[in-house]
């Protein structure tokens, strides 16, 4: 089946600009994360969605970052008045939260660059 | 909160001989412990997990972890490397309260590389 799409794959933008990533969960899955991976930090979570609901959005790393999700699939990552130090590769990943379970299947990626 | 440390930024083995990643992790809960692998230019795939089941873990690709809670630790191991082994690997953890509201907390990667 399919798995997680991210779109779009890359994205140039220029300082102080907005920008949307859009994620695209394996279907049937109510779990959607957000992560971003650059050199300097890794990987680091962002945010949650169980449902539409994000239950702590401490994880995102200023108030320019915003998530949304709805109707408990598709989700938007909107990133405004980007900075350099936004760069990074934005993932995706889905997971179906059953007892037991918690293993989360990731997208291949947004890769953001900030001029 | 949990952590996870992966000792050895790059790992170096020939082709055909043992690979061990280190992997160890800190959690006031039982943890949840996954490893992943990410070809370059590629998004993270799952090779394995541990859920409190069976201490050894069998994954894809001949890829094995052991959990050992005494010394906090899931190292992952494979008998024979191949060359297509070559990638970057995370040790993850999520001590998954709130259905996993907490995302994985990942380790900084080591970078595997098979010498022919």
């Known amino acids: 089946g399919a798995g997680v799409s991210q779109s779009p794959s890359n994205k140039v933008t220029e300082k102080g600009k907005d920008v949307e990533l859009r994620c695209d969960p394996i279907?049937?899955?109510?779990?959607l994360y957000w992560y971003r991976q650059s050199l300097g930090q890794g990987l680091e979570f962002l945010i949650y969605?169980?449902?539409?609901?994000?239950?702590?959005k401490s994880g995102l790393p200023s108030d320019r970052f915003s998530a949304e999700r709805t109707g408990g699939s598709v989700s938007t990552l909107t990133i405004q008045r980007t900075q350099q130090e936004d760069s990074a590769v934005y993932l995706c990943?889905?997971?179906?939260?059953?007892?037991?379970?918690?293993?989360?299947?990731f997208g291949p990626g947004t890769r953001l660059t900030v001029t | 909160a949990q952590s996870v440390t992966q000792l050895g930024s790059h790992v170096s083995v020939s082709e055909g001989a043992l690979v061990l990643l280190r992997c160890n992790y800190s959690?006031?809960?039982?943890?949840?412990l996954f490893w992943y692998v990410q070809y370059p230019n590629q998004g993270l795939q799952l090779l394995l997990k541990y859920t409190s089941a069976a201490t050894l873990v069998k994954g894809i690709n001949g890829f094995e972890a052991e959990f050992k809670k005494s010394e906090t630790s899931f190292h992952l191991t494979k008998p024979s490397a191949h060359m297509s082994d070559a990638a970057e690997y995370f040790c993850a953890v999520s001590v998954g309260s709130g259905g996993g509201a907490d995302g994985l907390t990942f380790g900084k990667g080591t970078h595997l590389i098979i010498q022919p």
């Open positions: 990943a889905s997971s179906l939260i059953t007892s037991g379970s918690y293993e989360q299947y």
């Open positions: 959690s006031s809960v039982p943890p949840y």
């Open positions: 279907s049937g899955h109510t779990a």
């Open positions: 969605f169980q449902g539409n609901s994000a239950p702590d």
